[in-house]
């Protein structure tokens, strides 16, 4: 079965400061892993995906990037955070049915 | 473009009562459909998934969904509510290919005494 790991839990930042959000996978190798953000309201946006080591697909253009620097880990980022990227973000990994599975997700507020 | 829609934003009922939340999508090809739930304070949790076959899938927790290819739905139903069923409900389908899930932006669901 799958198991995801996000750290932190939790995260303050001021406006303008830098971000890396931690995402690590165990179960099978080269999984598809994806990064999504949660608004109230809003459902699900799909923020990255990544095939493979280095493989980075972005839906949505913005202030943040995404990295794939180990088979099972996927690193979300950003070089100057602003107010609208608070939210809840969440990493996910695809399942053999093309279910995902999700992880527990970080809380981002910005300030 | 690809979407998916959940009709109802916010849906409240009393226990016992029955549960009907719509979910349709816009894709004309071959589909992977699922319901997931996310409870308060917890993770999402896929609730329930249609990959092929019998159109009417049976999920955790007594739910069930149906798959309608001709109206393009995936309707969750549950005959009879629980005050532990308070979650959120978000509908969502893989449109073929190597492609990621679209998602609905979710039904809010308050059972009641």
């Known amino acids: 079965s799958q198991t995801i790991h996000q750290w932190p839990a939790t995260l303050v930042q001021p406006v303008g400061s830098p971000l890396s959000l931690e995402c690590t996978v165990e179960?099978?190798?080269?999984?598809?892993l994806y990064w999504y953000r949660q608004a109230a309201g809003r459902g699900l946006q799909l923020l990255f995906y990544?095939?493979?080591?280095?493989?980075i697909s972005s839906e949505v253009p913005q202030n943040l990037s995404a990295s794939r620097p180990q088979d099972r880990q996927f690193i979300l980022s950003s070089k100057k955070l602003l107010l609208s990227d608070s939210g809840f973000y969440l990493c996910?990994?695809?399942?053999?049915?093309?279910?995902?599975?999700f992880g527990p997700g970080t809380r981002l507020t910005v300030l | 473009a690809q979407s998916v829609s959940q009709h109802n934003h916010h849906v409240i009922l009393s226990e016992a009562a029955s549960l009907e939340l719509g979910c349709n999508y816009s894709?004309?090809?071959?589909?992977?459909l699922f319901w997931y739930v996310q409870y308060p304070g917890q993770h999402l949790q896929l609730l329930l998934k249609?990959?092929?076959?019998?159109?009417l899938v049976k999920g955790i927790k007594g739910f069930e969904a149906e798959f309608i290819k001709s109206k393009f739905s995936f309707n969750l139903r549950k005959p009879s509510v629980q005050w532990s069923d308070t979650a959120e409900y978000f509908c969502?389908?893989?449109?073929?290919?190597?492609?990621?899930?679209?998602f609905g932006k979710g039904t809010r669901l308050s059972v009641i005494a």
């Open positions: 996910a990994q695809m399942g053999y049915y093309n279910e995902q599975f």
């Open positions: 179960g099978t190798s080269n999984p598809n």
């Open positions: 990544s095939v493979g080591i280095g493989q």
């Open positions: 894709y004309g090809g071959t589909v992977n």
């Open positions: 249609y990959f092929s076959g019998d159109p």
């Open positions: 969502a389908v893989k449109m073929g290919g190597n492609t990621p899930l679209v």
